[in-house]
T-cell receptor, first 114, second 115 residues
């Protein structure tokens, strides 16, 4: 069965510092990978996705992620965070094929401090 | 504006009182899904629908029902709510199967408390 692991439940960081949110997945078949962001009291918004092609994908708000097949990872990065980036971030995986089912990680709360 | 709309946004009810959470999308999407979000567990799929009149169980379907009589609507029904169904619920939709089509769009969420 597929699973997604987000090891860090909370990541505190100072404003303008770089950040990396870690995501590892388990799957023996091809997958599609996603990062969603949830701002306080809001729904989930797609941040970026890896479907195929270049392993470095860029998303909204200056975020990027790199798909590493050998390490089964899809870590999210931003070189300089802002207070407004404070939110919960979810990594999700979908297996290639007919099903549209997304498997989510448990989420990482990014807390940006001034 | 393309969106997934859930109602109500907040709901407090008592054990055993039937309730329905509505979900509607205006993007002509074939695929719709319900998730619940609980602290430390992330989002888990309750039910999904591949098209009109086609629904199937997700990972945590117990205590829930769904229907898909129209393409745009996918209501979530709790026939006899219990306190363990207190959670944040999200509806999502996507165009259909296949690589480029499978971007799921989420509603704003429904926070349910069952007393």
């Amino acid at each position: 069965a597929q699973s997604v692991t987000q090891l860090d439940s909370q990541v505190p960081v100072f404003e303008e510092a770089p950040v990396e949110l870690r995501c590892n997945y388990s799957s023996s078949v091809s997958v599609y990978l996603f990062w969603y962001v949830q701002y306080p009291n809001q729904g989930l918004q797609l941040l970026l996705k890896y479907l195929s092609g270049s392993t470095l994908v860029k998303g909204i708000n200056g975020f990027e992620a790199e798909f590493n097949k050998s390490q089964t990872s899809f870590h999210l990065r931003k070189p300089s965070v802002h207070i407004s980036d404070t939110a919960e971030y979810f990594c999700a995986v979908r297996r290639g094929g007919a099903t549209n089912k997304l498997i989510f990680g448990t989420g990482t709360l990014l807390a940006v401090q001034p | 504006e393309a969106q997934v709309t859930q109602n109500p946004r907040y709901l407090i009810t008592v054990t055993g009182k039937k309730l329905t959470v509505t979900c509607s999308q205006n993007m002509n999407h074939e695929y719709m899904s319900w998730y619940r979000q609980d602290p430390g567990l992330g989002l888990r799929q309750i039910y999904y629908s591949m098209n009109v009149e086609v629904t199937d169980k997700g990972d945590v379907p117990e205590g829930y029902k769904v229907s898909r009589k129209e393409k745009r609507n996918f209501p979530l029904i709790l026939e006899s709510p219990s306190p363990n169904q207190t959670s944040l619920y999200f509806c999502a939709s996507s165009l259909g199967q296949g690589e480029a089509k499978n971007i799921q769009y989420f509603g704003a969420g429904t926070r349910l408390s069952v007393l």
